[in-house]
């Protein structure tokens, strides 16, 4: 079984994830894994420390020569700016004087929340781990999951569909190959180059009023073959674990599979993906309004996601909030200054829908090592093409 | 740890769900879940089988003379049809030769991926089990977890906020339980009276067409603490959670939380929630546009979920499909006739959420019998009131 | 995944299991499960219940027409002696006044511990579920999973090789088939017919003294590939689980694997099995004193589990307790009159070690219907001969 | 949840651990845990490499000015002889020609099940894992545990019960305390300063003769309170997850709870402990048999384990094996050189079961931070006095 804890403040030394039931002699390099790190860091509108940190992934286990080994994996990306916080983020009970307590919770963030939880009197205590910095490692972690997918001939993309209220369609009639490589040109990571200029617009006009904004994003996986979740528990259906994957990734408020919210307003008869069947092939459809699952397991076609990004919480033009101790309201302050981090949250986005697959995947086909695996996948598509 | 099975076929002689993990000394009467069965069977525009079925559950463990004793629970609830299916969803294999296979999968259900998933050539041995009559017990296990949320002081409602192509947003100013009492009242389970007769149309239209409808509905919950649920790990967060368990009721292909989709087209000072403080109460906000939910932890405020459902995927119109032994082309016929099942999802919603809330709940608090639990929930308002 | 949850009193109306992630096509009947429901009925020295009892499961989900269908399985297990608990165990408020709460907690049973965590002075709502009856439905779960594993070529045997201060080694140079086969016609379960005079009167005479004996057992697992389980995390480990499984049954106080606490006073050279090689059959060894498991896994060999039974704790002659009430000193009651179990605890052992397999197998191979699995098991099997 | 993971091979860079469900507030500093790893590097009989390693632990994450904050704790343990195998251990593909495969599998070892699993011929990529180097990283988790358990007056202790065929029974009317204190003096971690030189003789003896000895030893949770674990499923029963806990620790065969094996030749009327009442104390026992564990639950009385070592199955004195790739028999050779490992094996143990019960006693009382655990476990304690 798939499974994976990550750890790691914002401003402490590192982020780390170990992943344990990985398959043996899975091919597998840095590089592979800093191309989506570099990815995730890319997108017009972000701060300053974008430029700090070109992340970078180490192994410290799990990998020898080149190949995973079956054991756990442990994935460490260091963080440059860990000097200038050494002190107050220490874990030495001697620093305790270095740093003064951050007492102001942000509205949007996890500070008010965490503190009551976690009955801290200083909000650095639970920013530093709810910080979307996190969502490093969880895009090593992702990138991981696709090198195994990829071996299974599961691919994974994504694109951004709307920034604040401009929305961008994808063009109609283009597969998620493509939509994808016109995204990976773009540093808006949309599909049409002729919004770009209405995009850095928008971007510049909100950075100079001092706010931020979100925005939507697709992720598509293909080359999934049907029957991966299950419809025997609720919490075994596709549908449920790609809702949860996506949701849990910071800022995101909304997800949609297929169609999403657009079917509930239309009839029946114009939503559902009539069936068809050809020599070879096997089983599949014309449409694909469904997104690809249908009774909580994956059908064939292209799975398809939306998720909608709130704006970042954090603005130059300041919120109201209560200091937790004097009790005092105040402006909310500024931290980092991204305007908009929807780009980045789309290659996240990839990085959580490809672990949720790959983990269904393991569970459906098992095998401890990559050529036991990738047989189990080609003979279970050689069935499904004759069925 | 609270945990759950269910198990149990449309046709067959009845669900059946096991609860382990409730705490002791909860009182509880097939009345109160009773009476959410038959919130789920009301509904304009519901078929046949909403008649022949009232559903009623039965303890078979876990309650002694109106307590819980910390034992699992078993619920079964009784499906009244099942003399005239007993032979055709017979367990003995004496019985196989009783019915015919049905070989002709419909699209927009589990019929085709389930069989390609479990290597069945008649769809019956997924349907059964795919089939939304799995609801019915999803809200029974639900309506357990609300007893248990009703002592610490949560509350879970629904209203539904869309049929079809048709809106209705809930009149503003009012809280959850004024909107849910207006929804008990509505046969769709709207906020206002006035647009009943504006659905009767367009369902009685849609009927006559031989189509479907879905729509959306809202969830909220009422009286959640801060802090439930937490930031420090992917799969911990209560908005993932809250999402799996929307998403994989049979139907649904979007959810949000709080205003969703909307915070993506906003700009960041319109989105966050000011954050205050009044001595007595503690820390709180004036808006909700969060849902309830930062940092993937309770805030404090009501938790505010929407989804939308599809429209049911069995039409009296029916949509092209193949054959799985004659791969002959057909047209995809009728199991069962409602046209719309909203009011009913929104119902299952509840449910839902109110599991999450609960288990997120007890990992809290803890607690064994229902005293400890209530202690601790009060003892944490009161550090809260005072943080 | 395979999962499971099981429910119900010992004089409630039934027991009831949930398994869940069963493949598909698994040929399955009442009768196959209600033969080792008979078994552990059997055995010297059983009081007047197992007279009462004739267990007999019905499926109540998951089997149609003789065959799973990948959907959960419901079982059942009804109580025959319920028409005269039916109020003293009634569900219902109402039936409140109509049983004395039983005060006072018997040493060796879970009945003060229970009452403590639980809050409960009525000590039957803690032993009615802590009841060795639970074990009954536990065994209908572990012979359910015996049929997969049959299917894969996996069979699982015991014996009993102890009851009190008498040890019944088991003849030398036998195979677990054969010692299971010599046990299967015997009453204590043991491998030497010669010895039975001697174990019924030791039985006769501790009856007479109004006391109690255990004893030891073993269970063995014949046809398992090497590779179940796994060193990478502790709880990964095979040997870990299945000691889980094993201590998990009621009265159980100690497990072995292999030649267990002797190989703790042996030296090296001694213990550690040899490893051999032959064309055909690949690596296996010539001695097992591993017990089948090595490094957490599997070895190919036999799996060999030992374990103590503590004497069932209910006597004539009483222990010393205390009322819950009162506070008063009393001498602790019968409520069953078993003398000794050992012989059906042996095959809970054998139910408890197939589920701890069978989980093992799915998450090794994976597959959704039995074909799958089994073509998956036999690839594996052809790949380790030719290793 | 408390949850964790590890990684790291024995002579990797590094051993690493992530703990995620920990409270907030907990003080922790790396002087607390290297104390343990310390006590696992000691012990007459062990080999080279305990010099080389002085174990100490670093916090990358989770612990800020001495102080946990509720976020996971990332802990590391360097591996000092990394410089001398970074090459051969690279997790580059460059490095694949610097290292000969190790194709000669070791019995006793994880070497030959592993291999066969995860398909490797260099069992390099299963030894590393499986080593026991592992529990240097169990034993910092552990360590971790137990200042939580401190926190609420639970400690954990352990001493040696015998080496080889030399027991060394503690002595009568000590409390654990005691014993273990006894235990810290001693280079084999025995209770009878008298009994060393015969050991030391017999470890000489079996060096000298090129061959290894296992052992037995005793782990004592004391102040625990009654309830934790439960009744209800056999994998909540906590008497099942502490034998879980130590089976799964490197070359463990065997486990009891209270007199375990001895249990089972016992009359019952000597086997289970008399109920006590004291006004102050409440409920109590005057023997302890069960070893705290009555009904799967935890009963107030110190947790009794011993566990069985086999002896380190890397000899000098060889033992027959057939190479991987030539399938020529050879004698296997050796790779480390400790005769005896019982003492440190029993730090361990300490390190397993504190964990279990650190988990069981989160589950049972829940708490986000120290003081609101503390006071649960307080609050629960006078209930459980006055009951």
Redesign the interface.
């Known amino acids: 079984?798939l499974?994976?804890?990550?750890?790691?403040?914002s401003h402490?030394?590192?982020?780390?994830?170990?992943i344990?039931?990985l398959?043996?002699?899975l091919?597998l390099?840095?590089a592979d894994i800093d191309l989506d790190l570099a990815r995730r860091q890319c997108g017009y509108g972000r701060g300053g420390r974008m430029t700090i940190e070109r992340d970078r992934v180490e192994?410290?286990?799990?990998?020898?020569?080149?190949?995973t080994?079956?054991?756990?994996?442990?994935l460490v990306i260091a963080n440059r700016d860990w000097e200038n916080w050494e002190r107050r983020?220490?874990?030495?009970?001697?620093?305790?004087d270095t740093?003064d307590p951050v007492t102001r919770?942000r509205?949007?963030?996890?500070?008010?929340?965490?503190?009551?939880?976690?009955?801290?009197h200083d909000t650095?205590?639970?920013l530093?781990?709810?910080s979307a910095r996190e969502t490093a490692i969880?895009t090593a972690v992702g990138a991981t999951a696709k090198k195994l997918l990829a071996v299974c001939g599961i691919r994974v993309w994504s694109w951004v569909t709307?920034i604040?209220?401009i929305d961008i369609a994808p063009p109609t009639g283009r597969n998620p190959e493509d939509l994808h490589r016109r995204a990976e040109e773009s540093p808006f990571r949309i599909t049409d180059p002729n919004r770009e200029a209405e995009l850095v617009r928008l971007v510049d006009d909100?950075k100079q009023?001092g706010?931020?904004?979100?925005?939507?994003f697709q992720v598509a996986v293909t080359g999934v073959p049907?029957?991966l979740g299950?419809?025997?528990?609720?919490?075994?259906?596709l549908?449920?674990?790609?809702?949860?994957?996506?949701?849990?990734?910071?800022a995101?408020?909304?997800?949609?599979?297929?169609?999403?919210?657009a079917?509930?307003?239309?009839?029946?008869?114009t939503?559902?993906?009539?069936?068809?069947?050809k020599p070879g092939r096997g089983?599949g459809?014309e449409s694909n309004r469904?997104?690809g699952i249908?009774?909580?397991?994956?059908?064939?076609e292209d799975i398809l996601l939306t998720a909608?990004?709130?704006?970042?919480?954090t603005?130059y033009?300041p919120?109201?909030?209560?200091d937790?101790i004097s009790?005092e309201?105040f402006a909310?302050g500024i931290e980092r200054s991204d305007v908009c981090a929807v780009p980045a949250a789309a290659v996240v986005g990839e990085a959580?829908a490809a672990w949720e697959i790959a983990a269904a995947l393991?569970?459906?086909?098992?095998?401890?090592?990559l050529?036991?695996i990738r047989?189990?996948v080609e003979?279970?598509r050689a069935?499904?093409a004759t069925?």
């Not at 449920?240 to 910071?250: D, E, F, N, P, T």
């Not at 919120?319 to 209560?322: P, T």
């Open positions: 079984m499974t994976c804890l990550t750890a790691g403040e402490g030394p590192q982020l780390t994830a170990i344990s039931g398959p043996a002699n091919p390099a840095a192994f410290r286990s799990g990998v020898r020569h080149g190949l080994t079956g054991a756990p994996l442990t983020m220490s874990a030495a009970a001697a620093d305790r740093a919770p509205p949007g963030h996890a500070d008010l929340p965490g503190c009551l939880k976690y009955c801290q650095r205590n639970i530093e781990r709810a969880r709307g604040g209220n909100v009023a706010d931020s904004l979100g925005g939507t049907a029957g299950s419809h025997i528990q609720h919490h075994t259906r549908d449920g674990r790609l809702a949860q994957a996506m949701m849990s990734i910071q995101i408020k909304g997800v949609e599979i297929g169609i999403g919210f079917a509930a307003r239309r009839r029946g008869s939503v559902h993906d009539p069936i068809g069947w089983f459809r469904a997104g249908e009774g909580g397991m994956s059908n064939g909608a990004m709130k704006p970042i919480p603005l033009q919120l109201a909030s209560v937790m009790k309201p909310a959580a393991l569970e459906k086909f098992g095998g401890d090592h050529d036991e047989r189990a003979t279970y069935d499904l069925f």
